[in-house]
């Protein structure tokens, strides 16, 4: 039997695996009807089960367009909607999910849930976000930066701002996996965990890429290729937000910082953002950035990334793949 594909953090993927997710993603971007995974589900199941705990609105409609277009079913379940975190275990949750649905999407806390989700279930389990990675998110970014840049090798990408967060974690993770010179700056314990680095700095041997992670805003912005921040406040960090404007306020994504990196620089956001504290709005919403473009992309980094698992796990077939 075909051993079930997950995707919970950005180095669930190999290098090369995560190059032909981009590629089938460029194709379905270019034919969005083309792919159609739950037509031809081996098990006959529609259904894509994509659960909140945390509020959303790029990753629910983006998950939701995306099954539609490929003839599947989103069914939605609204964070305290489900017996799921108060009545019913993750474990129990799992076995009920796996019966029914040909993929289990879902935004949560703790990493741990999602590991537990996985381990019981025979369908994909897809992270929608979780307090330590953003995975589908960097999947897009890279998308996005394929097409604003022509390649993803060799390119130098900085992250500025709360290092010790989600985007940080994929940034480094999922750049160093693409072959990036990955630069994450934010201050003195707000930087990846020294597990995360490790894991970055064996990527990056395999690929060529590199890992920089530094209290120096400078040093992270100068020359770079691509420039990307995220909000100083995570959702369940709101008791915190008085201090985080004050703690990250040197590491703005702002015009000044801007000048640093190269004159042909990129900017990207995975949003929702906070114009005047991570980014300025000079900046946002200036010629430099493509975060219009890299919000689209979720719908077709997702939608190939959904396919490609199915198609991985023996659910599906995807012409094209092997
Ligand atoms: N970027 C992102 O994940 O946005 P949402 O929180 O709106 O889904
Ligand atoms: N770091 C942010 C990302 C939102 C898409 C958060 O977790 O709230």
Redesign the pocket.
Known sequence: MTATRHFLKDTDLTAAEQAEVLDLAVRMKAAPYSVQPFAADGNGRKTVAIIFDKTSTRTRVSFAAGVADMGGNALIINPGEAQIGHKESVQDTAKVLERMVSTIVWRTGAHAGLVEMAGNSRVPVINA?CDDY?PC?LLADLLTIREHKGRLQGLTLTYLGDAA???ANSYLLAGVTAGMHVRIGGPEGYLPSPEIIAAAEERAAETGGSVLVTVDAAAALTGADVVAT??WV??GQEDEKEARLQLFRSYSVDEAAMQLAAPDAVVLH?LPAYRGYEIAAAVIDGPQSVVWDEAENRLHAQKALMAWLMHMSGLAVVDGLV
Request: glycine fraction near 0%; charged fraction near 10%; aromatic fraction near 0%.
């Open positions: 976000l953003h998110q967060n989600n985007m995220d909000t995570s959702m995975c």
